[in-house]
């Protein structure tokens, strides 16, 4: 029997991890990460110097974070309840953006939060992900839920009839993104989000 399906992003919606990567970014490296301004390609610089750092770089020490330093990362508040009670009447799938490497990095670090699901990594924008797993599972209705405006507007582009929820879990990030232009809806945490999700999941087709 179909059901349907809950696709959602980890980091920032199931898991805490801007603050802790900026914890670790000053006590190990000497760098600040300037996460509530909202841009990670203009939020880092040197602690000693002021100069800004190399974008590059920046991108090196994120890989370096989730292959170290992944048991740092905290739960969001609600998100192990939302998802029992949503995965009452739908499937789940945490569709992350890592390298394949990492899948059995993340799938260990959420299985020690108490979620267990599907999870799929990808690279790039999540519309096209998001299509194929509409084409493999068929579900009466699905609800997509990301932090970041670029996979809204990939996920619209591709299948646009899939429900698309703005969740930025982060308040000091969340207070510096407005919402993203191609989601239906805005909420940043998920004791609100989850009769939202729920109401869309069952909706008739």
């Not at 090196?60 to 998100?79: I, K, N, W, Y």
């Not at 299509?131 to 209705?141: A, F, I, S, V």
Request: aromatic letters at 6%; hydrophobic letters at 45%; charged letters at 25%.
């Amino acid at each position: 029997m179909k059901r349907p399906l809950l696709i959602t992003d980890c980091d920032e919606v199931l898991l805490h991890m801007v603050s802790h990567f900026a914890e670790w970014l000053e006590a190990d490296h000497g760098i600040r990460f300037a996460f509530e301004t909202g841009r990670f390609s203009e939020a880092l610089t040197v602690v000693e110097t002021g100069e800004p750092l190399a974008l590059d770089q920046a991108w090196l020490l994120l890989d370096a974070f989730f292959r170290s330093e992944m048991h740092r990362q905290t739960l969001v508040p609600g998100a192990e309840e939302a998802l029992g009670r949503i995965g009452e009447v739908a499937d789940i799938v945490i569709l992350t953006n890592l390298g394949s490497e990492a899948h059995p990095w993340r799938v260990e670090q959420l299985a020690s939060h108490g979620i267990r699901h599907d999870v799929i990594c990808n690279s790039g924008g999540k519309g096209t992900p998001v299509k194929q797993l509409l084409k493999e599972r068929k579900p009466t209705n699905s609800v997509f839920v990301d932090d970041l405006p670029q996979h809204h507007e990939s996920v619209a582009r591709h299948a646009p009839e899939v429900w698309r929820l703005h969740m930025i879990a982060e308040p000091l990030v969340a207070q510096a993104v407005p919402m993203a232009e191609y989601a239906h809806a805005r909420i940043d945490d998920w004791p609100s989000a989850t009769d939202w999700i729920v109401e869309r999941l069952l909706e008739k087709p």
